[in-house]
């Protein structure tokens, strides 16, 4: 632990414990879990509780102990580089070369349900603090020539970009040559492995890494060679016509292993953020919930900077939020659209736009598209379509936005909903997906049950009520 940081991370360490606490109370009181007997509110405690009936239980107690470390961490770094912001922020960061990568950068908690919030099994303390977004790091990817076992799709460049954890750790075993002194600065989104180009703007490349975080280690599979460039074209990637639109992803690599077939570590997807008019910018709808350095919620900042009163501004934004990916589930196709994926698009800070990325987590229904899908994204089965949209936007997202507006405004939540129904009340539906959204619960992922199952990748849902319900 460097010293310029010691303090300020014991002093974040009981407020990290305290949110994976919570993280972990939550997931006790809605999943399939064993119960906790009341008053447990020592995360630690918690994890042996919940893991009890789990062969995964040692290792899930390492891991809820390193996301308190790792959250301590976020915040303690975080605060430490915050930039000079006067007035709005908002307004400052309209004055910035990309402000998108100011808000992604902001999101230090990670997460807002996951108990393994900051978890990066295999980094160190150094390394987190060399590529953690919320560090602020200036990043120097490694390219390496293209080799010559390769397989891809439209491929822009004439090298592989690495991570350069995944060339520090990996070259020896996989006989890489050795980096190059020029490395091309980037700058890490809130995923930690995709990139911004400093040289390219609206180019971001998505590398692997083979780095256990939150669910999943994060190397870059077949399925997501395979499924981005065709998702891509099928879906809107004209944001000024519509007001809508996805990153495109134009190009995809990964280099042979030595059995012939692609490495999903040493693979790479290349994004394109659309063209936006001017005076409009974009930032993750979790950085919403985040606090400024002021320290209101970014949402705070764009509702003063708006003009609008807050049940104004609230319309807006569900107006922006909900139309778009509910008539694409109703047309088959169900975007994972948690607040990573969904990009706000604000105008003064007035909701005007959504942008989505990231199709791993997508669920498209069979015949739904004339291409052929890979992995788990073709699915014969319509609820997982809409479970897929509503466990995201609605079960995680509009919830947690609607909290913080009742905390920051004193709205009832009975009015937010109120709101979010209007919405979804004058839309045409198909039947069953009216029926999905009008029903006494809504689905979430079980987050915490998936951690401790034999297979962390597979959906585990559980039912919580749903706050459109009272609308019927």
């Given at each position: 632990m460097p010293a310029r940081l010691r303090g300020a991370y014991e002093s974040a360490l009981p407020g990290a414990a305290r949110a994976v606490a919570q993280a972990l109370s939550r997931a006790s009181a809605i999943e399939p879990l064993p119960a906790v007997a009341s008053g447990v509110t020592d995360p630690q405690d918690l994890a042996a509780a919940l893991a009890k009936k789990s062969p995964h239980a040692r290792e899930f107690a390492a891991d809820v102990a390193e996301s308190v470390r790792n959250l301590a961490l976020s915040r303690a770094g975080a605060a430490a580089v915050w930039p000079e912001v006067s007035g709005n922020v908002f307004e400052w960061a309209a004055g910035l070369g990309d402000p998108l990568v100011f808000f992604e950068q902001s999101i230090v908690d990670g997460h807002p349900k996951h108990p393994l919030k900051r978890t990066r099994r295999g980094m160190s303390v150094e390394e987190q603090l060399a590529y953690a977004p919320e560090h602020r790091p200036e990043v120097g990817l490694v390219w390496q020539p293209l080799p010559r076992g390769r397989e891809g799709v439209d491929w822009p460049f004439g090298?592989?970009?690495?991570?350069?954890?995944?060339?520090?750790?990996?070259?020896?075993?996989?006989?890489?040559?050795?980096?190059?002194?020029?490395?091309?600065?980037?700058?890490?989104?809130?995923?930690?492995?995709?990139?911004?180009?400093?040289?390219?703007?609206?180019?971001?490349?998505?590398?692997?890494?083979?780095?256990?975080?939150?669910?999943?280690?994060?190397?870059?599979?077949?399925?997501?060679?395979?499924?981005?460039?065709?998702?891509?074209?099928?879906?809107?990637?004209?944001?000024?016509?519509?007001?809508?639109?996805?990153?495109?992803?134009?190009?995809?690599?990964?280099?042979?292993?030595?059995?012939?077939?692609?490495?999903?570590?040493?693979?790479?997807?290349?994004?394109?953020?659309?063209?936006?008019?001017?005076?409009?910018?974009?930032?993750?709808?979790?950085?919403?919930?985040?606090?400024?350095?002021?320290?209101?919620?970014?949402?705070?900042?764009?509702?003063?900077?708006?003009?609008?009163?807050?049940?104004?501004?609230?319309?807006?934004?569900?107006?922006?939020?909900?139309?778009?990916?509910?008539?694409?589930?109703?047309?088959?196709?169900?975007?994972?659209?948690?607040?990573?994926?969904?990009?706000?698009?604000v105008e003064g800070g007035v909701p005007v736009g959504l942008l989505y990325r990231d199709f791993g987590g997508v669920r498209v229904l069979d015949g739904t598209i004339p291409h052929a899908l890979s992995g788990d994204i073709p699915t014969d089965d319509l609820g997982e379509v809409h479970r897929t949209v509503l466990g995201s936007l609605f079960s995680v997202v509009l919830t947690d936005l609607a909290e913080a507006f009742t905390a920051n405004y004193e709205i009832p939540g009975r009015r937010l909903w109120g709101a979010v129904a209007a919405v979804v009340d004058r839309l045409d539906h198909p039947g069953p997906l009216l029926a999905a959204l009008r029903a006494e619960t809504l689905p979430v992922k079980a987050l915490t049950a998936m951690r401790l199952a034999d297979d962390q990748l597979d959906p585990i849902w559980t039912p919580v009520p749903n706050p459109l319900a009272e609308r019927r």
């Open positions: 090298e592989l970009p690495l991570h350069p954890w995944q060339h520090e750790h990996l070259a020896a075993a996989f006989d890489l040559p050795p980096a190059l002194p020029e490395r091309e600065t980037a700058l890490p989104l809130m995923s930690l492995r995709t990139f911004a180009l400093l040289r390219r703007p609206g180019v971001h490349i998505k590398t692997a890494i083979d780095v256990h975080m939150t669910s999943a280690v994060r190397r870059v599979s077949h399925a997501a060679r395979h499924n981005g460039p065709i998702l891509s074209k099928v879906l809107p990637t004209d944001y000024r016509g519509s007001g809508f639109a996805v990153l495109r992803e134009r190009g995809t690599v990964a280099a042979l292993g030595p059995d012939g077939s692609p490495s999903p570590s040493f693979a790479a997807v290349v994004r394109r953020m659309p063209e936006l008019p001017e005076g409009q910018i974009a930032l993750p709808v979790a950085a919403l919930t985040a606090p400024t350095p002021h320290p209101r919620l970014f949402l705070a900042e764009a509702v003063a900077m708006s003009g609008l009163r807050p049940a104004e501004w609230w319309a807006r934004l569900v107006e922006t939020l909900v139309p778009e990916p509910l008539r694409l589930a109703g047309a088959g196709i169900g975007l994972e659209a948690h607040g990573q994926n969904l990009l706000l698009v």
